[in-house]
């Protein structure tokens, strides 16, 4: 994974050719979501006219069109090989259920949410909805793969010469995420093919903001965000189907944007609302009776997901009314078996009797009980924006661009102009396109971005002369350049500090402390705080780590380690000072 130059000023000039992406014929980025994907794709000589002039798919699902479709992929029994992705797989998979075949084919259904807050590494196993595991690597990959394939085809209608290596791509994954999830995204896309130095990993609520700077959005208004001044800030909220990241934004000059406030948030996206609308089902009917639907029955299960993410779509559920959810018989006669009555003698001696009604095949909920399923949800949103605008790099904010597919529910529209009536909120009319629109652009000028704000204190683990009068005698390690005190926490960077694109922001000259050593390895650790000493202090953690040759033998010998935190990415260089050569690497955070 590593770049070797003969020179410094080759590397900055690769460096600042590689920003642009101008040697590449056009910009495609995949929008990998929890519940729905999608892709688009701009060629260069659009963006220059138009920006915002971006392709996207028109996915189906037999019935609508739409420009994104949902996550999941069907892989064949070798385990290796993708049979189809989005509505076909769910289709596809229908139709080995009813044959009775699904067990020996791997389904995966919403696993992005897998990489969320959890320890994972290069051999990570994912279960399938029957229990079988495959590599998580492997699912991420065919699924980009997919994606990449559908939009190389659809590209080369326009262009018919074009060639995959014309395509710089962007891949978009969620500003909360640690570095190891974001370190896993890019593997995934370089095993489905795609070459390392032609990716961008781009932050999903960063991006959104950007098309939404750049594009005159329909329902926006006078003073909206396209028209915001110099030095203006405004709060982005990008919910999505799993994670709600926030973060606050300024307007820098050239309508080029800088992040005020570390990104944060939670995982209460959409998924939260399905998860409290099966609780739901579960208690009416009973656990037993839903875990045989979902595991006897599955094409009913899905189906009953399925309508339900019809009825969140709903624009009408902050009025009185009721919403219809078909419920497959299957349910019905599992809860005779487990129950030993019928459904409608259930729900008539529930504590819902009032608010739901069975009418043969069809289960009618009052707008009020489905308005409970988003309540959680919900709160922690507005809680968290709350907290975030008491925040002193907030002061000013009088604007909040709501973008991702969630933001597109008008009870979650409803609930943030109530708790926030004095701030301006903006949504999009396409909220949900704003993320893989606003990548495409990220991808043609990565400069949009001028500054971001370290989530952590990141350093590393180095050696000091051992001094006994501060030092732990543990600590004491004898190399050939004399005793030395190990495991120093090197800050390289604080939390909060803020971070100029572009720029390196730790530059340091080091020794090789033995004579026959080959190789340098810098362990990367991370932590919360911001004045620890030792890399074995409590709260530091060890997220990754760079190993690079060194030329030559002997103590005379010495490298320069600088690195650039300001990207989406950590990347960090090291120049030997014998020979001059400049290695850039991407820090591994699943070693």
């Known amino acids: 994974m590593a770049f070797i130059w003969k020179s410094l000023d080759s ?58 479709g949902p996550t999941c992929i069907l892989i064949k029994p070798d385990g290796k090989t993708i049979d189809t992705f ?46 079988k595991s495959l590599p998580a690597l492997t699912v991420f990959a065919l699924s980009i793969r997919y994606m990449m394939d559908a939009l190389f085809k659809e590209a080369k209608t326009r262009v018919d010469v074009l060639n ?26 370089h095993e489905a093919g795609i070459e390392k130095e032609k990716l961008t990993i781009a932050l999903e609520p960063e991006v959104a903001s950007i098309l939404c700077r750049h594009a005159k959005l329909h329902n926006e208004g006078i003073g909206g965000i396209s028209a915001l001044q110099l030095g203006k800030k405004y709060l982005v909220v990008d919910a999505g189907g799993g994670t709600i990241d926030m973060t606050v934004h300024e307007v820098c000059f050239g309508g080029a944007l800088k992040e005020l406030h570390k990104a944060t948030g939670g995982p209460w996206g959409g998924t939260m609302v399905d998860k409290a609308f099966l609780d739901f089902i579960a208690e009416l009917i009973g656990k037993d009776a839903l875990n045989g639907l979902k595991d006897q029955h599955k ?53 819902h009797a009032k608010t739901i009604e069975l009418a043969k095949d069809k289960l009618r909920l009052d707008y009020g009980l489905v308005r409970i399923f988003f309540k959680e949800s919900i709160d922690k949103i507005v809680e968290h924006v709350s907290e975030l605008l008491k925040t002193p790099e907030a002061k000013g904010v009088d604007t909040i661009l709501m973008v991702g597919g969630f933001s597109e529910s008008t009870l979650l529209q409803d609930a943030m102009r109530k708790g926030f009536h004095t701030l301006k909120i903006i949504v999009p009319s396409d909220a949900g396109l704003a993320v893989l629109k606003g990548a495409v652009m990220f991808g043609q000028r990565r400069t949009f971005i001028k500054e971001r ?139």
């Open 11 to 68: 590397f900055r000039r690769l460096f600042q050719q590689a920003e642009k992406s101008d040697n590449c014929l056009l910009v495609a980025a995949i929008d990998f979501g929890t519940t729905y994907s999608g892709w688009g794709f701009s060629f260069n000589h659009d963006f220059q006219t138009d920006p915002t002039h971006i392709s996207t798919m028109n996915w189906s699902d037999g019935k609508t069109i739409s420009q994104k």
């Open 86 to 131: 989005g509505f076909e797989a769910e289709k596809r998979y229908s139709e080995l259920i009813e044959k009775g075949e699904h067990t020996k084919w791997f389904y995966f259904h919403r696993f992005k949410m897998m990489l969320w807050n959890k320890p994972i590494n290069k051999d990570t196993m994912l279960d399938d909805e029957c229990g």
């Open 164 to 189: 995959e290596k014309d395509i710089y791509w962007v891949l978009t994954v969620p500003a909360i995420w640690n570095d190891s999830a974001k370190h896993f995204m890019r593997l995934a896309a």
């Open 299 to 351: 094409e009913d299960y899905i189906d009953l997901i399925s309508e339900f993410e019809i009825t969140k779509r709903n624009r009408n559920l902050q009025s009185d009314g009721r919403v219809t959810i078909r419920i497959p018989q299957a349910m019905v006669e599992l809860v005779n078996h487990f129950k030993r009555q019928p459904l409608q003698n259930i729900i008539q001696n529930s504590c």
């Open 453 to 591: 704000v370290s989530k952590f204190t990141y350093g590393i683990n180095i050696t000091t002369p051992f001094d006994e009068k501060k030092h732990p005698v543990d600590k004491r390690k004898e190399l050939d350049i004399g005793v030395r005190c190990a495991d120093i926490f090197e800050v390289m960077v604080k939390a909060g500090q803020r971070l100029v694109v572009g720029e390196k922001q730790y530059t340091q000259e080091m020794r090789i402390g033995d004579k026959k050593q080959s190789h340098v390895c810098f362990r990367i650790y991370t932590t919360e705080k911001t004045d620890v000493k030792f890399v074995t202090d409590a709260g530091c953690t060890q997220i990754g780590s760079v190993i690079l040759p060194v030329s030559g033998s002997g103590l005379n010998r010495s490298i320069v380690v600088r690195a650039l935190f300001g990207g989406t990415e950590i990347m960090v260089e090291i120049e030997d000072k014998s020979t001059g050569c400049i290695t850039r690497t991407y820090i591994d955070c699943l070693s």
